[in-house]
């Protein structure tokens, strides 16, 4: 039974990928802005795991539960950063003639974006790190069974609050570098 359940969840799991692509390449009108948002997914699971080897838990089916809902803050994290720094970019775009280079806009945006949320990234994850905590620490014998999918949020959490504020503004910027080679690219080639 644990093999089955094992083997829907991870065709569910991705499916709910996939809806989170496709929903997020239609909020955000690109194809390539998900996978910015989409990259810190492994982190968490890399966190969850890691959680798990040092409290010696192993990964059972709540973990697992426990791992989608991860990687819905973790994406939620992500999607309000990159919302915020595109925001920045547009306010800088309009207030800057046109003579104003954009590579420079886009730095100034990633960086001004990145100060707005750290405050609300950081104190979001750490109350939610520190209400689970408590349950990783609970000797009852009713909590046992919950502590890995504490465990899970907690580390999981705990690794993508720092990484997804270091991580996705990079991505931001790979991914403009990345548009501006095929661009030179494809003009060499007319």
């Known amino acids: 039974e644990q093999k089955e359940t094992f083997a829907d969840m991870k065709i569910g799991s991705i499916i709910g990928l ?14 390539t802005r998900p996978f910015t948002i989409m990259i810190m997914i492994p982190f968490a699971f890399i966190g ?4 798990h080897y040092l409290l010696g838990l192993t990964m059972s089916i709540l973990s697992m539960f426990a791992l989608l809902a991860l990687a819905g803050i973790v994406v ?3 999607i309000i950063l990159v919302s915020t720094i595109e925001r920045r970019f547009d306010d800088l775009r309009n207030e800057n003639d046109k003579s104003y280079d954009d590579d420079k806009i886009i730095n100034e945006a990633i960086i001004t974006g990145v100060v ?12 939610t790190i520190g209400g689970l905590s408590a349950l990783l620490f609970e000797k009852s ?3 046992q069974f919950l ?5 899970t949020i907690v ?17 931001i910027g790979i991914s403009r570098d990345f548009s501006h080679f095929l661009k030179i690219f494809r003009m060499d080639k007319k």
């Open 147 to 151: 502590i890995p999918m504490a465990a």
């Open 141 to 143: 014998l009713q909590a």
């Open 18 to 31: 996939l809806l989170i692509y496709f929903i997020l390449a239609w909020v955000f009108k690109s194809w």
């Open 116 to 127: 707005d949320r750290f405050r609300p990234v950081l104190l979001t994850s750490l109350t």
């Open 76 to 78: 939620n994290n992500s």
């Open 155 to 171: 580390f999981g959490l705990a690794i993508t609050a720092f990484l997804v504020l270091i991580i996705v503004p990079s991505m």
């Open 48 to 51: 969850a795991v890691l959680g």
